[in-house]
Every structure is written in C-alpha cells, then in structure tokens.
C-alpha cells in the first residue's frame, strides 16, 4: 500500500544546530508539503513543492529549507535550531485525485529545541 | 479576519447525541473544502470532502453554503470514538495549499 513515512519520530537537538526531518512518499504524488502545529495556531505551512526542482516558501518559512531532488522525498532543514521551533511537524503529500486536493499526511515527527 | 475560523471547543456530549460543528471561511472564491480528524497527537486524516449538494457518510453529514461562506458537519448517534479534533479545511483558488482551521475538539462521554 502507497504510504507517507516521516523520520525520526522524535528529534531532541540543542540551539544553534542544524536539522534534518526526512519525509518519503510512495503515493508518487507531485505535491509535498511540510507544516508545524503548535497549540493554538493549528497548522501552519512552512514549505511546499509541486515536483521535482520546484520549492516554494509558506506562512512560517523563516529558518527553514527544503529541497526536492526526487518525487518521493521532501527533506526539512532547520539550518540553526532555535527554541521557537519546538514543535510537531508533519509532512504531507497530494495528487489530483476524483478531482480535489486531498492531502495525506505523515506520522509527524515530535522535535524540541533545548 | 482569519482564512478559516472555528470554534475551538470543547464540545462535551453523551453518546448518542447528535452535535454539529460549523466553520466559516474569508476567500469567497475558494474551490473545495473537507473535514479532517485528528486523534491526540497523530496525524490529521481526511473525513471527508464537502461538496455544494452536501453529501453525507454515514452518521456524518457536511454542508456548504456558499452564500454565507460557511461549512458544517453534523455528527449523529456519536460513539466515544468520534473523540477527536475536527479541522476545518478549505482550498483557496488558483493552488494546490489548503489552509486549516485550528480545530474543534469533540468529547463523547458514556
């Protein structure tokens, strides 16, 4: 079955260092987005892309990269953690499928920033 | 004036209940819309999509009203396992983004 696997699970890193989120789809979708969710502002859009050599900043992006050399994987970078950025990421992917939008989602992955 | 906006919640209801979340939205050209779930801390899935005849799933029933600029989902006979998160999503026009409502909690008790 077509899948969206995110790693680590749980990341726990100090200020100043630099972070990898792995994301990986087999849905073979086009579009892949990464958000944070924090209590209170629910989902925020960080990056996305809509294939391969195509990134695109959202709300949030400030701090972070991402770069798309393959359809399956989306990486997130932080390129020096702060603890602002604490937070639950989830990563998502999405085709046109039945003619909407619908976006699948990852397990998340849990990172705090000491 | 947020994109989507809902109300947080909690909504506390027995089982059996029937209880009806509504969710407005700003762009008024906005395309498609959908409910997603999300259970404490995993990741939210697609209930599901919202279209203008309104369309129903079982014990769960969405409407649009696009004249209003509003959606809502009403949840019948609730079992302790509809507990959860309900997100509000809608399509703005011209992209692929779905913008998020932040949520409305739902606790079915016995």
């Known amino acids: 079955d077509a899948e969206i696997t995110q790693s680590p699970r749980h990341k726990i890193t100090e200020t100043g260092r630099q972070v990898t989120l792995a994301c990986h789809q087999t849905?073979?979708?086009?579009?892949m987005f990464w958000y944070r969710q924090d209590l209170g502002h629910g989902l925020r859009l960080i990056h996305y892309?809509?294939?391969?050599?195509?990134?695109n900043k959202g709300e949030v992006s400030d701090g972070y990269s991402v770069s798309r050399s393959n359809t399956e994987d989306l990486p997130l970078t932080l390129e020096s953690a702060a603890s602002s950025q604490t937070s639950v990421y989830f990563c998502?992917?999405?085709?046109?499928?039945?003619?909407?939008?619908?976006?699948?989602f990852g397990p998340g992955t849990r990172l705090t920033v000491l | 004036r947020k994109e989507v906006e809902q109300d947080p919640g909690p909504f506390n209801v027995p089982e059996g209940a029937t209880v009806a979340f509504n969710c407005t939205y700003s762009?008024?050209?906005?395309?498609?819309f959908f409910w997603y779930r999300q259970d404490c801390r995993k990741e939210p899935k697609l209930l599901m999509s919202?279209?203008?005849s309104g369309n129903e799933d079982g014990r769960f029933t969405a409407q649009l009203n696009r004249a209003s600029q509003y959606i809502s989902l009403l949840i019948r006979d609730s079992k302790l396992s509809d507990s959860a998160t309900y997100l509000c999503?809608?399509?703005?026009?011209?992209?692929?983004?779905?913008?998020f409502g932040t949520g409305t909690r739902l606790q079915v008790f016995p």
């Open positions: 998502a992917s999405s085709g046109r499928e039945r003619g909407t939008d619908t976006q699948y």
């Open positions: 849905w073979n979708h086009n579009n």
């Open positions: 892309s809509y294939g391969v050599q195509d990134t």
């Open positions: 762009n008024s050209a906005s395309q498609s």
């Open positions: 919202v279209y203008s």
């Open positions: 999503v809608v399509n703005p026009p011209n992209t692929d983004k779905l913008i």
